[in-house]
């Protein structure tokens, strides 16, 4: 499209030449001369100059900049929608390929898509505009809303409820027995996991993930929630609304996290604890303890962020530190033993 409809398409104020061909988007670095890049950040501003893109998406005009300027309000935002409109158009077949099999009892809107190998089971209700990929499986009885997506292999298990416009990725698994034992009569015996899993709408989840089933109740997971890839969510646990939780995270049985609350990457929650709406658990931290609302934490047991970075900082110098110790030391030492012998 012409730089000029990109501009329209993004109500953006277009400063420069609107009749350049635009194939896609880049990054400053790597943008070619059909495509447009972005800055987030002032401090990649002097890398405009080494560009070769053919636009630059921009919050502000920037003055010495050779290529056109598309001066929008949310630079991530307009970033999202130019991203959306050059994706790659897959091909999609509506209705239910050959190889896969649909139970009778299942009811499915005439808009959904099943895919090839895929296994849809017994009293299966699934909305309009939702896609089950190659190889998926869907238990008894679960439930999947509209304008759903899941990918390849993806495994709902059943009595599971899965909201409106929710995307699982390959190879997560929803709704699997949790990982709760009793150690009787001198051997591990699972507990009956009879709950469900509710994943509510908006909800996404990476590849490779796993949510498990309640022992009783559900397992839920809030409206508009985004899990990375690599992440385990035990039975009962609840998960409020608009969480971000990163690759490697986990949290243990029933624990209860808020609304807004962030993982990053290998960032827990032990069993039966609870996480405040607002917290951030920091890279590696470890949540043994309840979090305070709108703390940011590290550390495991997890301590105030600043805290925990001065501490850090002492840590690294302890060899130093313990260098210093002993030659203080000797120096005592040496004054303790000459007070002695003027005594």
Partial sequence: ML???????????????GQKDITGVNTIQDASASEVCFLASEKHAKKLLES???????????????????????VNAALITLLEFFAPKLTLQRGVHSTAVVEPTAELDRTVSVGPGAYV???VKVGADTVIGPG??????????????????????????IGNSCIIQSNSTIGATGFGYSFIDGQHRLIPHNGG?????????????????????????????????????????????????????????????GNGV?????????????????????????????VPPGETVLGMPPQNIKRELKCVAVYQRLPEMAKQFKELSKKVEKLEAAKDNKN
């Fill in 3 to 17: 730089l000029a409809d990109v501009a329209t398409k993004l109500q953006a104020n277009l400063i420069g030449d």
């Fill in 52 to 74: 070769s893109a053919a636009a630059v998406l921009t919050d502000k005009p920037i003055a010495d900049c050779a290529a056109a300027q598309l001066v929008v309000a949310n």
């Fill in 121 to 123: 089971g017994h009293a």
């Fill in 136 to 161: 998926c499986s869907v238990g008894e009885n679960t439930t999947i809303g509209s304008c759903c997506r899941l990918d390849s292999n993806v495994v709902i298990y059943h009595d599971c409820r």
């Fill in 197 to 257: 899993v509710i994943l509510e709408d908006g909800v996404e989840i990476g590849a490779n993930s796993c949510v498990d089933r309640a022992k009783f109740g559900d397992t839920i997971i809030g409206a508009g929630t985004k899990i990375d890839n690599l992440v385990q969510v035990a039975h009962n646990v609840k998960i409020g609304k608009l969480c971000l939780m990163a690759g490697q995270a986990g949290i243990g049985g029933s624990a209860v996290v």
């Fill in 262 to 290: 962030v993982f990053a990457g290998r960032a827990g929650v032990v069993d039966n604890k609870s996480v405040g709406d607002g917290a951030i658990l920091a890279l590696g931290s470890i949540a043994t303890e309840d």
